[in-house]
């Protein structure tokens, strides 16, 4: 238990984020680093407890809708920077039901989540845009994203005007339908984001325009991808299967997956894999609990 605080534990929780397309912007330092582009903040995102620990520790955890463990990780990089950026040890639990490193911006999330309970546990006095500029950086640093931290301040449909996360965001409220997504497995991101030449690639797909509709974020994403040089055969023969039933597809930014709307989704991607049921976020990070 803090002394100072007399809490033992804090639990919050960030959404995760589809990135639909991007340009990356690459500063003199992380706040000045990220992306422009648009995407959609999902409800479904990291659950993450910090409690004061001896030795900092980490316990990344998938687990499925019956508290199955899935997936679980000891080693965590950007999350370890965080915390040593904090005047306490902490142990880190974070828990999702999506795949991790499969382009649903869950790094970002228990990075956002972590960063907020961490300041609370520990008094450290730190404003919600520092909590958030902290998890951004550490994303920056580790290559494992570039604009979903700044996205998953708020919820909706997102379109980031710049880079960093002071900059203006465009929100739209306008997906009530869930938007469905199938994984072939990760595509990581710090093999991408660190090199220049995929980041070339990737600045010359970018679109230019805002999406002002869910249609146009759908045509405009799937432009990109096409573009990008990223779409895996995998993703390929699925995007052809949706245009071929005329339903709006387009490949996560970034992980070898599909996410697509409309009622004739989920029947076109059970051809393939799992499929997630994924809903548009209200909200951004907030914290869900302190115990004393």
């Known amino acids: 238990m803090s002394k100072e605080t007399g809490i033992s534990s ?52 998938r687990i499925s809708f019956e508290e199955v463990v899935l997936e679980e990780f000891t080693d965590a990089p950007p999350l370890s920077w965080l915390a040593g950026q904090f005047p306490c040890t902490v142990r880190i639990e974070t828990s999702c039901t999506l795949p991790i490193g499969a382009g649903f911006g869950l790094s970002a999330a228990a990075l956002m989540a972590a960063a907020f309970a961490i300041n609370i546990l520990c008094d450290a006095g730190l ?83 805002r999406p002002d509709t869910p249609a146009m974020f759908f045509r405009l994403s799937r432009l990109f991808a096409e573009a990008s040089g990223l779409l895996t055969p995998s993703v390929n023969e699925v995007l052809a299967e949706c245009d071929r039933e005329d339903v709006a597809a387009s490949m996560t930014m970034l992980g070898n997956g599909v996410f697509a709307l409309g009622k004739q989704a989920p029947g076109i991607l059970s051809a ?21």
Do not use: K, W
């Not at 960030?14 to 992380?30: A, D, K, M, N, R």
């Not at 894999?273 to 909200?283: R, T």
């Open 10 to 61: 804090v639990t919050a929780f960030c959404p995760g984020h589809l990135s639909g397309y991007f340009y990356p912007v690459i500063g003199s330092h992380p706040s000045t680093t990220g992306s422009i582009g648009a995407g959609i903040v999902i409800r479904e995102g990291v659950s993450v407890r910090v409690s004061l620990s001896d030795e900092p520790s980490i316990c990344a955890r």
């Open 127 to 209: 404003s919600p845009r520092e909590c958030t500029s902290l998890a951004h950086e550490a994303e920056i640093l580790h290559h494992t994203g570039l604009g979903d931290v700044a996205a998953c301040q708020g919820g909706g449909r997102d379109y980031r005007t710049g880079a960093g996360t002071g900059a203006e965001i465009i929100r739209y409220f306008d997906i009530t339908d869930p938007v469905y997504a199938v994984n072939f497995g990760p595509l990581p991101s710090p093999g991408i984001l660190g090199s220049p030449e995929a980041l070339g690639r990737i600045a010359a797909a970018y679109p230019g325009q």
């Open 272 to 292: 393939y894999g799992e499929v997630f049921e994924l809903h548009m976020a209200a909200s951004g990070v907030r914290i869900t609990g302190v115990q004393q």
